[in-house]
């Protein structure tokens, strides 16, 4: 029986980790059907099998609802059938050893996943730098490698802001590079596509793009809400949460407890974001990978429906006194002055849409054809995701102090 052989990097990030749970889940009782090759760095006191099997427990188990013993099951498929590569973008040679690129040589993959990337909105010139290095030079490194190998599909996955700053609708096969960015994540991941393009011209290997819009956790699979990186609109709430404890000191309960915060934000009470959530992501790209025949190449694997986030998320904290503006205050207080040095500067550029659907996505609900449903991200569902994010602190420790007036009201 042919055994399916499939790739993924960036395995222990947040879609990595949802695309192989996603398989486990369809192939759990019939894993000799399937061979995972999954690419990863070693952490500084763990090898990546070891992470995996970290992150199966912690985590995967939930997705795949397993019992003790199919959990005990699956380890040891995890243990002795799956194959384990080490692989760092930022290094000469991306990290992966001549053996291990001998033994990729004697494989027939069915699908190639790379999702692995570097994410910040940053414009330093070193997140500039590391951008370039991994998503660009990383991903060419990459195709250099695999132009040798058997691979059926390759598939990348991009960004939706990947085309930059749009005032109308565009394709998901658009690479002009004559645009605006709003910053050098964006730049790097439309510089990765045209290498994409290139490297299936060049060497006749099938290539798909998937350019995925705000991640978030999921909201099909268990555990709801479950995510791991708390960045995008997960970080732009974290502001808030340090703001908001610095000002009502730490022997109060910190989401319950209102608080008033003299704040003008750049944006509106109907500023928008595009968010899907991680589980689908994984199913989407998943289901169109495994039609026989795909009519597309290029894919906006985004939401129908936008997000307004800013109200919702700061009813969820309890914070109240803050007013829209349409550009940044001349003279501001000193929690502006926080504000638009850290994630106002990052996501001011991403606030400005108030509900406009920029992203063509018919090539992907064509390919779909009603399989898997998109999760609307509406007042409902975003709950949940904070929900999740709360009982994590949105990934802070605490106490995080922030040098603001310790008053309320400041």
């Given at each position: ?11 222990t ?17 019939n ?5 995972f090759?999954?690419f990863?760095r ?8 070891e ?41 000469e ?23 692995g990337?570097y994410t ?12 370039d290095?991994?998503?660009t030079?990383?991903t ?21 802001f ?7 609708k ?33 060497h006749?290997?099938?290539s798909?793009?998937?350019r995925?819009?705000i ?14 990186k ?28 209102p ?6 934000i ?11 959530s ?22 906006h694997?985004v939401?129908t429906n936008?997000t307004?986030?800013?109200i ?12 829209f503006v ?21 996501f ?23 399989k ?7 007042r ?10 709360k009982?994590?602190?949105f990934?802070?420790?605490?106490p ?11």
């Amino acid at each position: 029986m042919h055994k399916n052989t499939i790739c993924i990097t960036g395995v222990t990030g947040l879609l990595g980790r949802n695309i192989f749970f996603e398989y486990l889940k369809q192939h759990r009782n019939n894993l000799n059907d399937i061979q995972f090759v999954l690419f990863g760095r070693d952490a500084k006191d763990m090898l990546l099998k070891e992470r995996i099997r970290e992150i199966f427990i912690d985590d995967g188990r939930f997705y795949l609802d397993l019992s003790e013993n199919e959990l005990e099951k699956i380890l040891k498929y995890l243990d002795e059938d799956t194959l384990y590569i080490n692989m760092d973008l930022e290094k000469e040679n991306i990290g992966i050893s001549d053996i291990d690129v001998q033994i990729l040589s004697t494989l027939d993959i069915t699908v190639f996943y790379h999702p692995g990337a570097y994410t910040s909105f940053s414009d330093s010139e070193m997140t500039k730098d590391k951008v370039d290095t991994v998503n660009t030079i990383g991903t060419m490194k990459l195709l250099n490698i695999l132009k040798n190998l058997t691979i059926k599909r390759f598939c990348y996955f991009s960004s939706a802001f990947a085309t930059g700053l749009l005032s109308q609708k565009v394709s998901p096969s658009d690479l002009k590079v004559e645009r605006t960015f709003r910053n050098p994540y964006e730049h790097s991941k439309l510089q990765a596509e045209l290498l994409v393009r290139k490297f299936e011209e060049e060497h006749g290997i099938p290539s798909y793009i998937f350019r995925t819009s705000i991640l978030a956790g999921r909201l099909m699979e268990k555990n709801i809400g479950q995510i791991h990186k708390y960045d995008v609109f997960y970080g732009w709430t974290q502001f808030f949460i340090k703001a908001k404890q610095s000002l009502i000191g730490y022997d109060e309960d910190l989401y319950d407890t209102p608080v008033r915060m003299n704040i003008r934000i750049m944006g509106s009470e109907k500023s928008t974001l595009n968010i899907i959530s991680a589980d689908y992501a994984a199913k989407a790209s998943i289901e169109i990978m495994s039609r026989s025949n795909i009519h597309y190449s290029s894919f906006h694997l985004v939401n129908t429906n936008e997000t307004e986030f800013i109200i919702p998320i700061l009813e969820f904290l309890n914070i109240e006194g803050y007013t829209f503006v349409d550009s940044i205050p001349q003279t501001l207080n000193k929690t502006e002055k926080l504000y638009y040095k850290s994630v106002g500067r990052l996501f001011n550029n991403y606030m400005q849409n108030e509900g406009e659907q920029y992203f063509d996505c018919s090539s992907l609900l064509k390919s779909l054809d009603g399989k898997v449903d998109c999760p609307i991200v509406d007042r409902d569902n975003l709950k949940l995701l904070l929900s999740y994010a709360k009982k994590k602190n949105f990934g802070l420790s605490m106490p995080q102090y922030i040098n603001f007036e310790k008053q309320k009201g400041a």
